[in-house]
């Protein structure tokens, strides 16, 4: 261990996300009257130029940049020399004060300069160049750096790294002591990146008592977002009262006294229906509530002539050489007549013909139309197949992560009921993705007269979010809703499209290979099947379909187990993307991370910055967000500078700080769940056994009906077998039908 002292001379790199710190650090050496300077790398809470400090830690030898030391802790000490007072002041650390200035005040002070500035800052007044108010200005930043300083080093003591203890500063200032004191469960509701284990984690270091009120309102309020992850709305009473008590280890009477309080400060709002207590966190059962008004406003008629509708359709068709079947037209007359309406149908039901009739109809009209689906690689699908600009709807309403709203992720879109969208129309793609909130955040952006017309399989899986969105549109039976069910010459064709449609029927289907393509390889136990699956994706698949072996899709319905996703990247990644010399790696909660790596993004963040360049290096797009599920390759890791740098689809790069890979997964292998939304040209189904829950029809639908080429399912014909016949999906509880049904009743007086 070495220590050093003196002042920071320069600061070559910062990460103001977690203060990874390159800085070289001079100490006036007496030997030869010339500097010593040390180059320091470590993690430096709060650090500008010209700060005095100690530091302490290891002697290393960089291969590209030298001798160095690794910290591993400092001190800041206060200058104890004029040259060293100077230096700090004449930094820049302090708005106003440059060089000539800093040297004149230290002229005047000398090595009282900092101690006038605290507790006599008028005194500044007395030289040259300093009026009053640029006095107390200086005065003032001075406070609040050392402020600031110390709350990094308490915020520290609670084991809060230093990008979170940054914004925990910005947000509450000088509060923040009281809030640790009072209610570190605080942190939580306030601040992005905090979830409740962690404030409960900084709770326990400040004494709080585990059957502390503040602890078990945070833990109901916890156990009612972590629900939202599951796709609910709210929790029935007893459900949460079970799942929160269990999370906080406490007895489920205790837990139970504590929601009237929480109903009273309406952090959380009860419904009773058929005597069940439905609980809601206020922000989701306003969301639906308003969902409801919004979707009822819009549905509104247009006037128009039925034959002349009929006859301009006709004409559509004889110029695009296309033939509607009934369904398709029905569907086409509904989205021209009707504010808001559904088309939905499985793959091979003409759903892209019906949408591209439907925009040729109006447009020849004069209408803007505005195309948009839930991710980017169905928005590049729509995209293609229409010949018009897809975006996804983030894009479409102009999210902004760089604004702070009500929201404690920071989302803020744009376009909302303050500046609507332009458009006569918007058609939206695979909206069975699409959860509660984003529904809300589309619906603000349209006004009464845009037509709304979305497009989904309903029978695929849900969105990952909040809510059972398309469903419970159906089921509130609102809207006109056309359901395309007859398979096209050309796609009844290909075995993926029968199979899907025989699965979603319940009926059985043909395990015979003697198709082009949709196999199945019957293999008994675990090691067959994981060998089957290398050599296909290493070898058989990619010259069959015509592609690379990234591009070719494992889908698994697990996380754990032998087949599931941790396992399978790991085995995958192994013959994928070899262990080299060249390519350099590191590893984050458990995985190892390696450049050339596929990647998936497993949350949304709304805020973090992506970037294309040019063949020169040149940024010529920025923008912000990116979304759950969007897929990458690691391009590089750059150890001293803690960054993983992401290419995703269209050229985007995305820096990563180390501690933002918790969002990041191997994705050789991903859940069926994640697949939603997007296409392959040939996914492979290892599938031997597992919990009933998610073996079923639903999960096998969806994943066969990922493929555009080829589907290989390698394992036991009896476990496909059972998924057909298991329609037991996971209860999702949400209430959008019912409040638009209580909704429209009230205003027709209609009640069924």
Known sequence: MIEVEGYVDRITFRNEENGYTVLYLVNPSPKDGEDEETCCVGC??????????????????????????????????QPEDSMAVERYLGSGAIKGIGPALASRIVRRFGSDSFHIIEVEPERLAEVKGISKKMAISIAEQFAEKNQMRQAMMFLQDYGISMNLAVKIYKFYKDD?????????????????????????????????????????????????????????????????????A?????????????????????????????????LYSSRLYYTELNCARMLLDLNIDFPGDV??????????????????????????????????????GGPGTGKTTTINTIINLLEDEGLDVLLAAPTGRAAKRMSEASGREAQTIHRLLEINGGVEDDDKAGIHFERNEL???????????????????????????????????????????????????????????????????????QAAESEIVTNAHKINAGMDIKLDNKNMDFFHLERSDVQAVVNVTVQLIMKNLPPYVNAQPYDIQ??????????????????????????????????????????????????????IKWVKKNRFGDVYEEGTGVFNGDTGIIKEIVEYQEIVTVEFEEGKLVDYDFSEMDDMELAYAITIHKSQGSEYPAVILPILGGPRMLLNRNLLYTAVTRAKKCVTMVGSSAT??????????????????????????????EYN
């Open 246 to 278: 269990a999370m906080l280890v406490l007895d489920r009477d205790i837990v139970a006294k504590e929601i009237d309080e929480l109903t009273l400060n309406k952090e959380i709002i009860i419904e009773e229906v058929a005597g069940e207590r439905r």
């Open 307 to 344: 034959i002349a509708l009929a006859s301009q359709v006709e004409k559509i068709e004889k110029r695009e050489e296309i033939e509607l079947d009934e369904m398709q037209r029905q569907a086409v007359y509904q989205a021209a007549r009707h504010g808001v309406m559904i088309i939905t």
């Open 44 to 77: 430096f809470s709060f650090i500008s130029e010209g700060q005095y400090i100690v530091v302490r830690g290891r002697e290393t030898v960089h291969k590209n940049y030298g001798p160095q030391i690794q910290v591993d802790s400092y001190e800041e000490k």
């Open 554 to 607: 494992v889908l698994t319905p697990m996380r754990k187990g032998e087949l599931g996703v941790e396992n399978l990247n790991k085995i995958l990644q192994a013959y994928m993307n070899r262990k080299s010399p060249e390519k350099r790696e590191k590893e984050f909660h458990g995985v190892i991370f390696r450049e050339n790596d596929k990647v998936m993004q497993v949350k949304n963040n709304y805020q």
């Open 720 to 749: 496909v077998y059972k998924m057909i016949k298991n329609v037991n999906e996971q209860k999702r509880y949400s209430t959008l039908c019912q409040r638009i049904v209580e909704m429209r009743e009230r205003e027709t007086g």
């Open 176 to 244: 923040i002591y009281e809030v640790l004191r009072k209610n570190p469960y605080k942190l939580a509701q306030d601040i992005s990146g905090i979830g409740f284990k962690m404030a409960d984690a900084i709770a326990q270091k400040g004494g709080f008592y585990k059957d502390s009120s503040f602890r078990i309102h945070a833990g109901i309020i916890y156990t009612l977002e972590q629900s939202g992850t599951q796709g609910h709305c709210y929790l029935p009473e007893n459900e949460l009262i079970n799942q929160a």
């Open 419 to 489: 500046n609507p969208l332009e458009a006569d129309a918007v058609i939206v793609d695979e909206f069975s993705m699409v959860d509660i909130y984003l529904l809300y955040a589309l619906l603000k952006a349209l006004v009464q007269g845009t037509r709304l017309i979305m497009v989904g399989d309903v029978n695929q899986l849900p969105s990952v979010g909040p809510g059972n969105v398309l469903k419970d549109m159906i089921n509130a039976k609102f809207c006109n809703v056309v359901k395309l069910s007859h398979i096209f010459r």
